[in-house]
């Protein structure tokens, strides 16, 4: 059932219909969060969605509470090296970027 309310989370994104997206994506973080351990990967994925919703929406300090929550499970369960940890930084530093934090987004970008 997460699978299925994160799927539909993604299509409400795409059809920038935002609020429905961020209510898809908390119904599933919450069955993830019920079930599953507190650092699987696919909580930081559920974090990272909600953080890019946000985004979408100018809500930018709830971005990054979103994306560093995603940041730490990532960090935990992954590879150093795996794509998720690098995109997560990369979206962060994109958020201090448009904050006109260059400096944090700097660190993370390069």
Request: charged share 25%; with cysteine.
């Amino acid at each position: 059932m997460a699978m299925f309310y994160n799927n539909i989370g993604l299509i409400y994104r795409e059809e920038k219909k935002y609020f429905e997206a961020l209510d898809f994506y908390e119904k599933s973080l919450a069955i993830k969060k019920k079930y599953l351990p507190m650092d699987h990967p696919n909580l930081g994925t559920s974090y990272n969605n909600i953080g890019n919703v946000h985004y979408c929406l100018g809500h930018y300090d709830l971005v990054l509470d979103h994306y560093n929550r995603s940041l730490k499970i990532r960090l935990k369960s992954l590879p150093a090296q795996h794509p998720d940890i690098a995109m997560t930084y990369r979206n962060m530093g994109l958020v201090y970027e448009y904050k006109d934090d260059f400096e944090k987004s700097l660190i993370l970008l390069w």
